[in-house]
């Protein structure tokens, strides 16, 4: 079992909809990122939250770190076809600054958005 | 900029071979990751090291060996390839400190036959 369980796996919407990504744990992390990736590449950071209910709003995109530093969250108002990617949340559970970060994904949720 | 190369991008392996996955960073990042991503499994920590010369395991090191050669480098091996490790290998970088980006590269596309 992932220690990142992101909901839903895929998600198949039309332009203009709204829609929101879930990212779950059992476990408490430092921080938490979102990363996007395009299909033959690797993953490129979207956001960093640190603190517990820590809201960062990117243009479209607005991302919400839970007030226990377990979950977040990923909204996207009016989805475009250039949103079309698959989408991977990140926790770190290193617990000091001098250890490294340990970065763990969730399985990720691919989106389509269709014109 | 370079940023984090990997190399091979593509390799056919038969079952029992060995092999190498080569990572390098231009960035002086303290910390480096490989991971494999399969369909529906987004990316599995396989080892990782959080500064030059030190190694750790992740969620699923069996089969593997990691060795952070210097800062820039951390080779990935595989002793003796099983179908199951059919899978493309990412390897990433952070500079180390707790919410730094990570930095990924291409991908190893790795098919054992």
């Known amino acids: 079992t992932q220690l990142l369980e992101q909901s839903p796996q895929f998600l198949s919407i039309q332009e203009g909809e709204n829609l929101t990504v879930y990212c779950n744990s059992s476990?408490?992390?430092?921080?938490l990122q979102w990363y996007r990736q395009e299909p033959g590449e690797g993953p490129v950071l979207l956001v960093t939250v640190v603190t517990g209910g820590e809201v960062k709003k990117l243009k479209r995109l607005t991302f919400q770190f839970g007030d226990a530093r377990k979950d977040s969250s990923l909204h996207i108002t009016a989805a475009q076809p250039g949103d079309t990617g698959l989408y991977l949340c990140a926790g770190d559970t290193s617990l000091q600054e001098t250890s490294g970060s340990r970065l763990t994904f969730g399985e990720g949720t691919q989106l389509t958005v269709n014109p | 900029n370079a940023g984090v190369t990997q190399t091979p991008k593509f390799q056919v392996l038969k079952t029992g071979q060995s092999m190498t996955l080569q990572c390098a960073q231009d960035m002086n990042h303290n910390s480096m990751y490989w991971y494999r991503q399969d369909p529906g499994m987004g990316l599995r920590l396989i080892y990782y090291s959080a500064s030059e010369g030190t190694t750790d395991k992740g969620e699923v090191p069996n089969g593997y060996n990691v060795s952070r050669l210097n800062k820039r480098e951390f080779s990935l091996r595989l002793e003796s390839a099983a179908p199951s490790q059919t899978s493309v290998y990412f390897c990433a970088s952070t500079e180390g400190t707790i919410g730094t980006e990570a930095f990924f590269g291409q991908g190893t596309r790795l098919t054992v036959v």
């Open positions: 476990s408490v992390f430092s921080s």
